[in-house]
């Protein structure tokens, strides 16, 4: 069973920057696509990013194309997520998941999140 905890999260002014780190746990992590998430009060869980097993595509989505970068040490088991140009819409609790290697992105494991608030 992978286990996932995140950190890096916190405050931070518009136009800032955070860099998340999502620890995993109990498996490699080579074995995995990773991804996260993020929600906002009174929204669903949307999509931020994910990268695959190997750390060679990554997909984002549009609200923070240019400005976040996912990227993975498998040998430190470690996910992070560079947040760069922040801005009041990015405050939100922030999810890595994991998704077995070759499941097309089956999220089966999350983390227990980390709060990101951006003040204008």
């Known amino acids: 069973q992978v286990q996932l905890v995140e950190s890096g999260g916190g405050p931070a002014q518009a136009g800032g920057s955070l860099r998340l780190a999502c620890a995993v746990s109990?498996?490699?992590?080579?074995?995995?696509?990773m991804g996260w998430f993020r929600q906002a009060p009174g929204k669903e869980r949307d999509f931020v990013a994910r990268?695959?097993?190997?750390?060679?595509?990554?997909y984002y989505a549009d609200s923070v194309k240019g400005r976040f970068t996912i990227s993975r040490d498998n040998a430190k088991n470690t996910v992070y997520l560079q947040m760069n140009s922040l801005k009041p819409e990015d405050t939100a609790v922030y999810f890595c998941?994991?998704?077995?290697?070759?499941?097309?992105?089956?999220?089966?494991?999350w983390g227990q999140g980390t709060q990101v608030t951006v003040s204008s």
């Open positions: 998941a994991a998704a077995p290697r070759g499941s097309a992105y089956e999220w089966t494991t």
């Open positions: 109990g498996r490699t992590l080579s074995s995995y696509g």
């Open positions: 990268v695959n097993s190997m750390g060679t595509i990554t």
